[in-house]
């Protein structure tokens, strides 16, 4: 029996191939050099073993496309456009050393790639920006490669309308992460127990997802993670072993998430935002040391706590605003801040208190908290920008501010009611290094009060 030339030495059974692409050994086994373009091909078609450049099937009337013998395309394989395709079988690919593209094929609902291995490039279904548009698009109902162990870019689903499951079932490194974003339909995200490494993860306008994946062994994230939009998702404890985020972390938009609780993260590279998650009433992060960028927790109107007593270090601002609910916030160990500090629209919110914190870089805003009474700042000597401290119904005190010494631009004390007005006043005259712009300091209680006291 002979056995038949290969493009380079096939891997071993099971495993990822690691050899770079040669163009000679591939032409040298009978291999098609250059682009393969399969318009008109129809059905089963013998194949070369592998393509030097990329493989296209574009705007073809065909509904089959069956390619035995070919395992490995030096360059894409971009599937777009075709109207009456519904099957394609790949089953000796073994590997791309370019993306996979499949992007608008109405009728596609079979990919069949049983022993592919790695991809090189990208990995996507659906346009590279999902717009509100009406379009045709793939028909996949589940999407399944069942030995894929390495994608060293980029993993995106994009507006796939009728997709309900998606499985990487072999996958041991997302390199270029995975986003997945408009599958209204989308139920269940499998990927390996033997996940090592992700890219980042990415999940927008997914209503019926109710769970997040299980991540492996991953707990260093190597990008982004933003889940938002997802109505139905309860929880986000597939993400408890991580540890670290290499770009920003966002939750938005989640109706039924109460608590985010992350025992093991302590480093955030960039942003840490969540917003408008209307149930969200605890977020817990008791070992995040340090966020790269800003934290913003904004329009959770049910959020009532918020602990991070580790942290002490925000590159940007920290800004909580519209949490009508928020009732503690524990900041107990925050030394640095790089930008604004804001305090914005809370109903139940009593006390602020900040022991460590020595300058603020930017602005102090608190405003419209109507039970805030109480401020501690016991270290606070800089304000870098200014304060405006406006509509604080129970504020009575600023003595929690007379360690400031240096405020740069400009004081704004207005409309707190119970807050006497020479003590605001007074507070000012406290200043080593005063604000150059001019100061408001107007409507709130009257002089005649605070002098009779």
Same mark, same amino acid.
């Given at each position: 029996?002979?056995?038949?030339?290969?493009?380079?030495?096939?891997?071993?059974?099971?495993?990822?191939?690691?050899?770079?692409?040669?163009?000679?050994?591939?032409?040298?086994?009978?291999?098609?050099?250059?682009?393969?373009?399969?318009?008109?091909?129809?059905?089963?078609?013998?194949?070369?073993?592998?393509?030097?450049?990329?493989?296209?099937?574009?705007?073809?009337?065909?509904?089959?496309?069956?390619?035995?013998?070919?395992?490995?395309?030096?360059?894409?394989?971009?599937?777009?456009?075709?109207?009456?395709?519904?099957?394609?079988?790949?089953?000796?690919?073994?590997?791309?050393?370019?993306?996979?593209?499949? @992007?608008?094929?109405?009728?596609?609902?079979? #990919? !069949?790639? *049983?022993? +592919?291995? =790695? $991809? /090189?490039?990208? %990995?996507? &279904?659906?346009?590279?920006?999902?717009?509100?548009?009406?379009?045709?698009?793939?028909?996949?109902?589940?999407?399944?490669?069942?030995?894929?162990?390495?994608?060293?870019?980029?993993?995106?689903?994009?507006?796939?309308?009728?997709?309900?499951?998606?499985?990487?079932?072999?996958?041991?490194?997302?390199?270029?992460?995975?986003?997945?974003?408009?599958?209204?339909?989308?139920?269940?995200?499998?990927?390996?127990?033997?996940?090592?490494?992700?890219?980042?993860?990415?999940?927008?306008?997914?209503?019926?997802?109710?769970?997040?994946?299980?991540?492996?062994?991953?707990?260093?994230?190597?990008?982004?993670?933003?889940?938002?939009?997802?109505?139905?998702?309860?929880?986000?404890?597939?993400?408890?072993?991580?540890?670290?985020?290499?770009?920003?972390?966002?939750? @938005?938009?989640?109706?039924?998430?109460?608590? #985010? !609780?992350? *025992?093991? +993260?302590? =480093? $955030? /590279?960039?942003? %840490?935002? &969540?917003?408008?998650?209307?149930?969200?009433?605890?977020?817990?992060?008791?070992?995040?040391?340090?966020?790269?960028?800003?934290?913003?927790?904004?329009?959770?109107?049910?959020?009532?706590?918020?602990?991070?007593?580790?942290?002490?270090?925000?590159?940007?601002?920290?800004?909580?605003?519209?949490?009508?609910?928020?009732?503690?916030?524990?900041?107990?160990?925050?030394?640095?801040?790089?930008?604004?500090?804001?305090?914005?629209?809370?109903?139940?919110?009593?006390?602020?208190?900040?022991?460590?914190?020595?300058?603020?870089?930017?602005?102090?805003?608190?405003?419209?908290?109507?039970?805030?009474?109480?401020?501690?700042?016991?270290?606070?000597?800089?304000?870098?920008?200014?304060?405006?401290?406006?509509?604080?119904?129970?504020?009575?005190?600023?003595?929690?501010?007379?360690?400031?010494?240096?405020?740069?631009? !400009?004081?704004?004390?207005?409309?707190?009611?119970?807050?006497?007005?020479?003590?605001?006043?007074?507070?000012?005259?406290?200043?080593?290094?005063?604000?150059?712009?001019?100061?408001?300091?107007?409507?709130?209680?009257?002089?005649?009060?605070?002098?009779?006291?």
């Amino acid at each position: 029996m002979v056995q038949a030339a290969t493009c380079s030495p096939p891997p071993p059974k099971g495993t990822a191939s690691t050899t770079v692409f040669d163009a000679e050994t591939c032409l040298r086994v009978g291999g098609k050099q250059g682009d393969w373009v399969l318009d008109q091909v129809q059905g089963a078609t013998v194949a070369p073993q592998c393509v030097t450049g990329s493989v296209y099937l574009r705007q073809s009337g065909q509904e089959k496309l069956s390619l035995p013998g070919l395992r490995r395309i030096g360059g894409h394989l971009v599937v777009q456009s075709n109207v009456r395709l519904r099957t394609i079988q790949l089953p000796d690919l073994e590997r791309v050393d370019g993306g996979i593209y499949f @992007e608008t094929n109405p009728t596609l609902t079979e #990919v !069949s790639t *049983p022993v +592919l291995r =790695q $991809i /090189d490039g990208n %990995l996507r &279904f659906g346009p590279r920006e999902y717009t509100s548009l009406p379009r045709a698009d793939n028909a996949l109902n589940s999407i399944n490669f069942p030995a894929l162990q390495k994608v060293l870019g980029k993993v995106s689903l994009i507006g796939q309308k009728r997709l309900q499951s998606f499985e990487l079932p072999a996958i041991s490194a997302l390199e270029g992460g995975l986003s997945i974003s408009a599958a209204p339909k989308l139920e269940s995200i499998k990927l390996s127990a033997q996940l090592q490494s992700l890219g980042g993860l990415q999940m927008d306008q997914l209503p019926v997802l109710t769970s997040l994946p299980a991540l492996g062994k991953v707990v260093e994230l190597d990008g982004p993670l933003s889940i938002s939009q997802a109505e139905k998702l309860t929880s986000i404890d597939s993400l408890l072993p991580l540890r670290e985020i290499s770009g920003s972390f966002r939750l @938005e938009n989640l109706a039924r998430v109460a608590q #985010v !609780s992350l *025992p093991n +993260l302590h =480093q $955030i /590279d960039e942003d %840490l935002s &969540f917003s408008d998650n209307d149930q969200l009433q605890k977020v817990e992060l008791l070992t995040l040391v340090a966020v790269g960028g800003a934290s913003e927790l904004l329009n959770n109107r049910s959020l009532q706590a918020v602990s991070m007593p580790k942290l002490t270090s925000v590159q940007k601002n920290y800004d909580l605003a519209a949490n009508y609910d928020l009732r503690s916030l524990d900041l107990s160990t925050l030394t640095t801040l790089g930008g604004d500090f804001g305090l914005v629209d809370t109903s139940a919110f009593a006390s602020l208190e900040l022991p460590l914190l020595s300058r603020i870089q930017n602005n102090l805003v608190l405003k419209g908290n109507r039970s805030l009474k109480n401020l501690d700042f016991p270290k606070l000597e800089t304000v870098a920008g200014y304060i405006s401290i406006v509509e604080n119904a129970e504020l009575d005190s600023l003595k929690g501010l007379w360690p400031l010494k240096s405020l740069t631009l !400009s004081y704004h004390i207005q409309d707190n009611p119970q807050l006497s007005q020479c003590e605001a006043q007074g507070m000012r005259q406290r200043l080593v290094h005063p604000p150059v712009w001019p100061d408001k300091i107007s409507g709130n209680k009257p002089d005649e009060a605070c002098a009779a006291q």
